[in-house]
């Protein structure tokens, strides 16, 4: 089956510990995200990656970090210097070309204790 | 920068009502809109995708019209099903890779 997986589904994060959130594809997809969605709020963009090895902030990167080594991996590393950092995050992908459909994993919750 | 508002932020109709849901944009600079579904916890659904050059497409009981213009679309349910319960939120994408999303419409459908 082609799709997005998370992992894990649910983490908690003692403060002032860095923790790492998976997101793999295996749609053959060019461009990968990460948003943050917080209750009764929309989808914010963290960073997004068009193509290996490169990526761009989006409008809430600070506190945030990635890496895009290979085309099917995009992880997302929450740093201390988060502050707020318990919501709900979502990982997504598209071709990057022609119509560029947006696909999303099932998401990690995290919670700060 | 672009807004995306989506209102009413809930509904509850009875099942068998058809309805429609809006979704308004502040620039209309589009590349495509695009509806999705998301249940509680989950992910995000893709249900259709409007490219800029179209009026509307449709799936199933679903019909989703674009009106760039005026800066609106609207998702239309026909024949509503308590299955159909969920938050539907609407993407806006400019730029070809940067996605503006509404807070979504939380629907409720009663048997």
């Known amino acids: 089956d082609g799709g997005i997986t998370q992992s894990p589904k649910y983490l908690f994060r003692k403060e002032g510990q860095n923790v790492t959130l998976s997101c793999e594809q295996n749609?053959?997809?060019?461009?990968m995200y990460w948003y943050r969605q917080d209750p009764g709020q929309g989808l914010r963009l963290i960073y997004y990656s068009q193509i290996v090895n490169d990526f761009q902030k989006g409008d809430i990167a600070e506190g945030y970090s990635v890496s895009r080594e290979k085309k099917e991996s995009f992880p997302l590393t929450v740093t201390s210097a988060q502050k707020n950092p318990t919501a709900f995050y979502l990982c997504a992908s598209s071709k990057n070309t022609g119509i560029n459909e947006q696909f999303f994993g099932p998401g990690t919750r995290l919670t700060v204790l | 920068k672009q807004e995306v508002t989506q209102i009413p932020a809930a509904l509850s109709v009875p099942e068998g009502e058809n309805l429609v849901l809006n979704c308004s944009f502040t620039?209309?600079?589009?590349?495509?809109l695009q509806w999705f579904r998301q249940d509680p916890g989950k992910g995000l659904t893709s249900l259709l995708l409007?490219?800029?050059?179209?009026r509307e497409q449709t799936s199933g009981r679903l019909n989703a019209s674009l009106d760039k213009s005026s800066g609106r679309s609207t998702l239309y349910i026909a024949a509503s099903q308590p299955g159909d319960s969920a938050t539907y939120l609407c993407?806006?994408?400019?730029?070809?890779?940067?996605?503006?999303f509404g807070s979504g419409t939380k629907l409720n459908v009663k048997p």
């Open positions: 749609l053959n997809h060019d461009a």
């Open positions: 409007i490219q800029s050059s179209q």
């Open positions: 993407a806006v994408v400019r730029n070809f890779n940067k996605f503006y």
């Open positions: 620039d209309s600079a589009i590349y495509n």
